[in-house]
């Protein structure tokens, strides 16, 4: 059986839309091909907006969930036509996080999959999260399904996001969790300084580490913490906003990609990686990567830039697969639930 899927993704670093067209087949296992792929940057006012979303009325936010549906169906649309794609399945939409907290049974992505769908014509797979915050798991990281089942032969999957995560096999079962703040900060910091994201970490690399703040970063519970856990906007205001003010962007980029590196480095020795794939926007900082890899044995490989850019989208894409077949596609033993289970509405 093959299936030709459209994956959203638009992650808390808020760097654009990746949208991904996907041809999945079976025969011994899974196998893709990425046949098209793409980023779109959020113009200004849509990156203010999601940025600001969390502090929306109920009624606004409604509105705006509405409206971001929209939206994804006019960028699917344009990304169909551009391309000149032919027999899309369905749709499998993340949506863009506003609220997450698990412990209170609760989780919230923009993006109404009835509005992408009236918007594409095409059926759509959306709300991802919210049966595993329901049985009780954290509702992340969910990509560890297509960690397991189109990535088998590495130690370890590590993605550098808005959050850095980690997928991996430990004794027969796969874990994952979130491990530290990565381009959610650094791209805020950059920001600060005119320019959208810190570029191969050259702005870190004329900024000072600031030890005080790095040991207390260093010391905050979350890493005190075992698997599997996950972080949220909520935990950077929470925690982390109120020890960062009055201080110099450059500085802050320096500490906090320096933080990255400790984090990131201590779990691949913790756990006595071999090898591990590194995807997700991150993985262009190469004063970053150079940091991680002078603290680590772990050979860290990274693969073609279509796997770096778009492995969320992809994997969004093969979990609506999953979802059509009424196939496991989130696994307890990495978000906590109570089973593993198949998550996602059809709209």
């Given at each position: 059986?093959?299936?030709?899927?459209?994956?959203?993704?638009?992650?808390?670093?808020?760097?654009?839309?990746?949208?991904?067209?996907?041809?999945?087949?079976?025969?011994?296992?899974?196998?893709?091909?990425?046949?098209?792929?793409?980023?779109?940057?959020?113009?200004?006012?849509?990156?203010?907006?999601?940025?600001?979303?969390?502090?929306?009325?109920?009624?606004?936010?409604?509105?705006?969930?509405?409206?971001?549906?929209?939206?994804?169906?006019?960028?699917?649309?344009?990304?169909?036509?551009?391309?000149?794609?032919?027999?899309?399945?369905?749709?499998?939409?993340?949506?863009?996080?506003?609220?997450?907290?698990?412990?209170?049974?609760?989780?919230?992505?923009?993006?109404?999959?009835?509005?992408?769908?009236?918007?594409?014509?095409?059926?759509?797979?959306?709300?991802?999260?919210?049966?595993?915050?329901?049985?009780?798991?954290?509702?992340?990281?969910?990509?560890?399904?297509?960690?397991?089942?189109?990535?088998?032969?590495?130690?370890?999957?590590?993605?550098?996001?808005?959050?850095?995560?980690?997928?991996?096999?430990?004794?027969?079962?796969?874990?994952?969790?979130?491990?530290?703040?990565?381009?959610?900060?650094?791209?805020?910091?950059?920001?600060?300084?005119?320019?959208?994201?810190?570029?191969?970490?050259?702005?870190?690399?004329?900024?000072i580490v600031d030890a005080e703040l790095l040991s207390f970063l260093n010391a905050l519970d979350?890493?005190?913490?075992?698997?599997?856990?996950?972080?949220?906007?909520?935990?950077?205001?929470?925690?982390?906003?109120?020890?960062?003010?009055?201080?110099?962007?450059?500085?802050?980029?320096?500490?906090?990609?320096?933080?990255?590196?400790?984090?990131?480095?201590?779990?691949?020795?913790?756990?006595?990686?071999?090898?591990?794939?590194?995807?997700?926007?991150?993985?262009?900082?190469?004063?970053?990567?150079?940091?991680?890899?002078?603290?680590?044995?772990?050979?860290?490989?990274?693969?073609?830039?279509?796997?770096?850019?778009?492995?969320?989208?992809?994997?969004?894409?093969?979990?609506?697969?999953?979802?059509?077949?009424?196939?496991?596609?989130?696994?307890?033993?990495?978000?906590?639930?109570?089973?593993?289970?198949?998550?996602?509405?059809?709209?």
């Open positions: 059986m093959m299936y030709q899927v459209i994956g959203l993704m638009s992650g808390t670093s808020l760097d654009g839309l990746d949208l991904c067209f996907v041809r999945f087949q079976k025969n011994e296992k899974w196998q893709f091909e990425i046949l098209q792929a793409e980023t779109i940057p959020y113009p200004i006012d849509w990156e203010e907006k999601l940025r600001n979303s969390i502090l929306l009325s109920s009624e606004e936010l409604l509105e705006f969930h509405s409206e971001y549906g929209f939206y994804l169906g006019k960028q699917v649309n344009a990304f169909i036509q551009k391309y000149q794609l032919e027999n899309v399945d369905f749709i499998a939409s993340h949506g863009h996080t506003v609220f997450h907290n698990p412990k209170k049974k609760y989780t919230f992505q923009l993006g109404d999959g009835m509005a992408l769908k009236a918007t594409t014509g095409i059926p759509v797979i959306y709300d991802f999260r919210s049966q595993d915050v329901i049985l009780g798991g954290n509702g992340a990281p969910l990509v560890p399904i297509g960690d397991e089942l189109l990535f088998k032969e590495y130690s370890a999957c590590l993605n550098l996001g808005g959050f850095s995560n980690i997928s991996m096999k430990k004794e027969g079962k796969r874990i994952a969790f979130d491990i530290c703040p990565v381009n959610i900060m650094l791209n805020r910091f950059a920001a600060e300084l005119g320019k959208k994201y810190d570029e191969n970490g050259l702005l870190a690399r004329n900024g979350f890493y005190s913490q075992g698997p599997p856990k996950s972080l949220g906007i909520e935990w950077v205001i929470k925690e982390i906003n109120p020890i960062i003010l009055n201080r110099k962007p450059e500085d802050l980029l320096a500490t906090f990609t320096e933080h990255a590196a400790v984090q990131i480095s201590k779990v691949f020795n913790t756990y006595a990686l071999k090898n591990v794939l590194v995807s997700g926007g991150g993985t262009f900082n190469s004063y970053l990567m150079e940091k991680v890899q002078r603290k680590t044995q772990t050979e860290i490989i990274i693969p073609d830039e279509k796997i770096i850019h778009f492995k969320e989208a992809l994997i969004f894409a093969f979990m609506g697969m999953l979802r059509t077949r009424n196939e496991i596609n989130v696994l307890a033993s990495a978000t906590g639930s109570i089973k593993d289970h198949s998550s996602g509405i059809n709209a």
